[in-house]
């Protein structure tokens, strides 16, 4: 290994073991070669837009060492990317994770960069809900991309709030965003919000087995949901309604539950959103659709 005195050797290498090891890209990086780049770089507490011309600069012994136990602990244990680098990157911010929280990921990003156009884009918005929030990504993001608006970021599990605590500290949002501990609505204060986001779990136990190796490092409680995946959804579509402003709208990703959730729900009006840089499976719906539904299924 000491042949490896560059950080390009050291990139070249990474990317060359984590290719031949058949690892799983999907927590950042889509690629070997990125997937090592920005696993060199974190370890030489370098910048992810380092200028080429540094890449042919030598590493010492130690730099060397320490990138080579995280290439290690990459392949031998599976771990994600950003669990080894205790970031990850989401609609262009740097956000705080630990494994006590779902890596970011969601398409939502990209209607956050685009301000919800055109969905939201003829009404100002104030108030927003992130529920299921994990790390806070969606809704710190909403927070930043929005200055004007007061975001409330809700999740069950103690240790993912301890992780949205750090990132409001991290972007300064101590004024705006809140934390709230909830089993979904069940604790929050009797508000209405503009609009609701929520990229909560919904994968059921069948499709949690066939996952890559990657993916149980995750904490399962962000990830699996009863009944097939829905039992999460199912309790949002029947509550949100009573959260929203009457032009609130709520957009909810449910991934490969898509399809169920449609055949259960053949009422309901469903816009299932595109993203130019891919992802599926987000869909929105507006409050009214909602009153409609509460309306014609009053057992709900």
């Not at 750090?166 to 501990?181: D, K, S």
């Not at 087995?209 to 949901?225: F, G, I, N, Q």
């Amino acid at each position: 290994m000491r042949s490896l005195t560059t950080i390009a050797d050291l990139i070249r290498w990474g990317s060359s073991q984590f290719s031949q090891s058949g690892l799983h890209f999907g927590h950042g990086t889509d690629n070997a070669i990125d997937e090592a780049a920005a696993l060199v770089l974190h370890a030489l507490h370098l910048p992810l837009d380092l200028h080429t011309s540094w890449l042919q600069c030598h590493v010492t012994e130690a730099e060397r060492e320490q990138v080579l136990q995280l290439i290690s602990r990459r392949i031998d244990e599976r771990i994600p990317l950003p669990y080894l680098t205790g970031e990850a990157w989401f609609a262009g911010l740097r956000f705080c994770v630990s494994p006590h929280v779902l890596i970011p990921r969601s398409p939502i990003a990209e209607l956050i960069e685009q301000g919800f156009t055109p969905w939201l884009d003829s009404q100002p918005f104030d108030r927003v809900l992130d529920l299921c929030c994990g790390s806070g990504c969606i809704g710190i993001a909403t927070a930043v991309h929005n200055p004007e608006c007061c975001v409330d970021l809700v999740d069950i599990s103690p240790e993912a709030l301890t992780i949205c605590h750090e990132n409001v500290r991290l972007h300064g949002l101590e004024g705006r965003v809140e934390c709230i501990q909830s089993d979904l609505f069940s604790s929050i204060p009797s508000v209405r919000y503009d609009l609701i986001l929520s990229n909560p779990p919904y994968v059921g136990r069948e499709e949690m087995t066939t996952l890559p190796m990657e993916y149980r490092h995750e904490p399962a409680l962000a990830l699996e949901a009863e009944e097939d995946g829905l039992a999460i959804v199912n309790r949002i579509l029947v509550q949100a309604y009573d959260y929203l402003k009457p032009e609130g709208v709520l957009i909810v990703e449910v991934g490969n539950s898509a399809q169920l959730l449609q055949e259960a729900y053949p009422e309901l009006p469903f816009v299932w959103l595109e993203f130019e840089r891919g992802g599926d499976g987000v869909f929105l719906l507006g409050a009214h659709d909602l009153a409609q539904y509460a309306a014609t299924n009053p057992q709900n």
